[in-house]
Every structure is written in structure tokens, then in C-alpha cells.
């Protein structure tokens, strides 16, 4: 199982990025995906979270209203919709998969990928 996170970067506050996460190795539209951060000297903390469905997800309310998870199944990747960013925005961002399900914590994720920077400048 592979997941491959890309599209992180350096920019200003108030610009947007998104992010993908292309995901091999697993029945891509049976898992429930999210986004994981963690910034330096922290704990890594759920950002979002989409069920297999892709109908319900998760956000952290300091990302509310200014992140957007979606998947794309034909092209097996989940993105992350960044608008708005802030400083407080800046730390490794993390994607992971689930079987199934709307996991809102690291213990209900079964994979893991590799972080990708988010770096964001007041």
C-alpha cells in the first residue's frame, strides 16, 4: 500500500494550495481517507476526513469553512482544498486511509504516507 502526497509549499497568508494524495495498493473507493498535520514540536492532529463514500466528512474547527476534502476515485487520490491559509497552517501534512468509515483520530487509520511541508508566511 502506497500513499503520495504532494503539492505543499511556501506561501503568504491568505493564499490557497491544495493538495493530493494519490493512493495505490488498496480498494481505493472502499476507504475512508483524511489529512493529518503536524506542525514542529506538536502532536500530529486530524485536519480532515472523507467516509469511502464519499458523502460525509470531518473537519477540525480551526479549518472550518477555509479546507475542502474530496476524493476522486476513478483517479484514486483524495485532495485537500486549502483557502485562506494562515500562519498557524504551517506543518507537515500527513494523508492516511481507513477502511470504510469516518475516522476522526490517528488510531483509526490503517495507512500512512509520507508528509508533505506546508510552509506559510505572515
Known amino acids: 500500500v502506497q500513499l503520495q502526497a504532494s503539492g505543499g509549499g511556501l506561501v503568504q497568508a491568505g493564499d490557497s494550495l491544495k493538495l493530493s494524495c494519490v493512493v495505490s495498493?488498496?480498494?481505493?473507493?472502499?476507504?475512508?481517507l483524511g489529512w493529518f498535520r503536524q506542525a514542529p514540536g506538536e502532536e500530529r492532529e486530524i485536519v480532515a476526513s472523507?467516509?469511502?463514500?464519499?458523502?460525509?466528512?470531518y473537519y477540525q474547527d480551526s479549518v472550518k469553512g477555509r479546507f475542502t476534502i474530496s476524493k476522486d476515485n476513478a483517479k484514486k487520490t483524495v485532495y485537500l482544498q486549502m483557502n485562506g491559509l494562515k500562519p498557524e497552517d504551517t506543518a507537515v501534512y500527513y494523508c492516511?486511509?481507513?477502511?470504510?468509515?469516518?475516522?476522526?483520530?490517528?488510531?483509526?487509520?490503517?495507512?500512512w504516507g509520507q508528509g508533505t511541508l506546508v510552509t506559510v508566511s505572515s
Open positions: 472523507i467516509d469511502w463514500t464519499g458523502t460525509a466528512t
Open positions: 492516511a486511509a481507513r477502511a470504510l468509515g469516518l475516522g476522526t483520530v490517528q488510531r483509526d487509520f490503517h495507512y
Open positions: 495498493g488498496i480498494s481505493f473507493s472502499n476507504y475512508g
